[in-house]
Each structure stands twice: as C-alpha cells, then as structure tokens.
C-alpha cells in the first residue's frame, strides 16, 4: 500500500478539507506510488486523512479524491462524481448549448476540467482537459464514466495547456471516444448562436463561465454604442447586437477569432453594419479611439491572464490599470463599464482596487453597480479560495 505521512500538525488544511497536499508538508512516503496513483494520506500520528493522486513531479503532491475513509477509488467512484455534477448542473443551468460539466477541485474531481456542447442540431460534445497526474491516470474510466452517465458518445481531449508540464505530462489534443467534431459547432446561449471551435478555439473552444455576464450585457445594451475589447469569437459583441445595440466595436489581436465573429454574426441574422471588427492590439487600439474622439455608451473588457503567477501580479495590475483607465476615458456620462479579471493570482480585493486607481486618474466618479464573477456551473468550494479566478465588476461612471 501506498502511504503518504505529514509532519506534525501539516494535517489542519486537510482537516478543513483543502484538496492539497504540498511536498513541503511531507515527512516520509512508504511503497513507491506511481505518477497518478492512488495514495493513503495520514496525519504524523497515523489518523486517516484522505484518499489522493499521486504527483511525484508538482510541488503539489497530492490532490485529494475522497476525505471519506470508506470511499475506494474506483471505477464506480468516478462515476459517483459525474452523477453529481451532472445533477448539480441540470437543475441550475439553463438556456444554453454550452455547459461546464466538471469544473476540477469544486466537483471533487481534482485536475479536471469538462464542458458539454449540444449543438443546435442535436449534436452533443464533450470537451476535457486533463490537468493533474491523478486524472490523467483513471482518463480510461473517466471517460466511461462520462459518456456513460451524460449519454452522449462524443469526447474530445484539450490537453494542450502549459500546466501539465509541472505534473510532468506532455501536452495532447485527440479524440477520446466517437467521432472527430466538426470543423466548428453550433451551440445556442440565451438565444444567440455562436460558432465552437473545440479543436483550435481557446481552452475548449469558448468561454462559458462569461454566460451570466453576457446576459447581463444583453440585458443593458439596448440603443448604446458598445465597444468590446477583447472580444475572441465576439461572445459579448453577439450578446450586445442581440440586446439591440446601435453599434458594436470590437477588438481582438487574434484574425482567426474575429473571423469566427464574424461567421456569429452571420449564424445570427445580424446587421453586419451594426459591427466593426478591428484585428489589433488592445493597449494601443484603445488610446487611438479616445484621440479620435470616440466615445462608448457601454464598454467591456474581457482582457486574458496578465498574471499567470503571483511574480507576475505588479506588471498585470500595471496592464489592467491601464485599459480601464482608457475605457472610462472613452464612456460618455452615465455609461457602462463591464471589466474582468481572470488571474487567479490577483484577487477580488486587488482587483477592485486597481480599477478604483484607473477612474481616479481618468478623473471620472464611478459606481460600483454589481460585483461579477463565472456562472453557477463554475461554483467555489469553500475550503478552496484558490478555484475563485475570474471577477469582474459592472461600473457606471456619473
Ligand atoms: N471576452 C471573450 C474572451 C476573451 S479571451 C469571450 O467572452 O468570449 C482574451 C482574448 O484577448 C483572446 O481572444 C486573445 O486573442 C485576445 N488578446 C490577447 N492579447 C491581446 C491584445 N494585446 N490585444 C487585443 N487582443 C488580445
């Protein structure tokens, strides 16, 4: 048996059922566990703490499956888990195509990452990404598990992220279970179509925790001039153009997203005059439309991780202080700031202070109308404050 015991008193975050164990809390480890192998996790005193992967390469060595010391790891407990989740999500998700099935530590399924696209012509899709050693080693009843519980045969593999170099596995993108998904799918959300990409688009191909706060934009978009910045496949540009905005600005730094964006619009039966797309950098694009004098009713800014870590965190609040002094810059009285973050590395409280900084300096008095963050199918496991990512906030300037 594998067995893996703390120092003294390393055992308290366990206890408050924190999913982690870190190297340094390690006194010995008996047998010799395998990459992704299921562990024993005991307190020095030898109490059970947990049942956990294996990560013989991360300075997180192991991430917890069970607290429970009744529970085997098995195939029926990947099951179990799935079950859970998919419960969870049809009782609260609604109008939409796109759905975050297993979002990692907060479905007790460490590392793993799966989202469901059921395409508006029926055709359903499950995209994974593998992050940890531990789910990397059970992807075979993982996936059974998957298309057992969710009925649908399609699995894709979007294992093409950076992390997994820390937990000493290779990237790999491929199909895992039916058949290769098509060049791009069709799903619906909250009435708008959009194109999915789940082999070349971002993560699994669009950003689903931004639903909520799309709606949102729907909602208060009637008559305004928008301007989204950021825009990948135009995910909040659609939701403006379906709310009845008089004009959508967007931008992107990526031709191959915005081409997407346009293809949305056609899905859509949009006036394509009602949207420009401007394939540019963000940071100068927003200087250059406030010397040009134009200014926006309703701007968003949905900018990628400036802050991959927490070395990072000084030169990201620089960035994101930068573009959202330039958006209250180019609102007109009373208008609309919608802006994010999603680095994990800068939080709530940080956040909310560098876009205080930004209308300050932009001399603007801004109120805060909404604090934002992912939908309910990216939920926060309390004894997890690390899961919490992305956070926004919706302002109105007087
Ligand atoms: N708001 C989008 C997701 C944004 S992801 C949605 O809801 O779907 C971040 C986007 O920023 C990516 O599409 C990426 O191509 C773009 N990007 C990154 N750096 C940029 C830059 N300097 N200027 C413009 N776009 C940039």
Redesign the pocket.
Known sequence: MNIVTLKPSKEKSLQRRHPWVYANAIDRVEGKPAQGATVLVRAHDGRFLARAAYSPHSQIRARVWSFDEAEPIDHAFFKRRVQRALAHRQTMVRNTGAVRLIFGEADGLPGLIVDHYTADDGRGQLVCQFMAAGVEAWKEAIVDALTGVTGCPNVYERSDVSIREKEGLEQITGVLAGDEPPETLIASENGVRYHVDVRNG?KTG??ID?RD??ALVQQFAQDRDVL?????????SLAALKGGAKRVVS????GE?LALAQQNVTANAFDAARAAWLD????K?LRRLYDDGERFDLV?L???KFAPSREHVDRAARAYKDINLTGFRLLRPGGLLFT?S?SGAIDAELFQKIVAGAATDARVDARILKRLGAGVDHPLLTAFPEGEYLKGLLLQIA
């Open positions: 971002h669009f950003y931004q706060n799309r989204n910045c950021f825009c990948y496949t135009g995910g909040f931008i992107d730094s990526s997203a540019a950098d963000a940071f694009t968003v949905d900018p990628p994010y999603c």
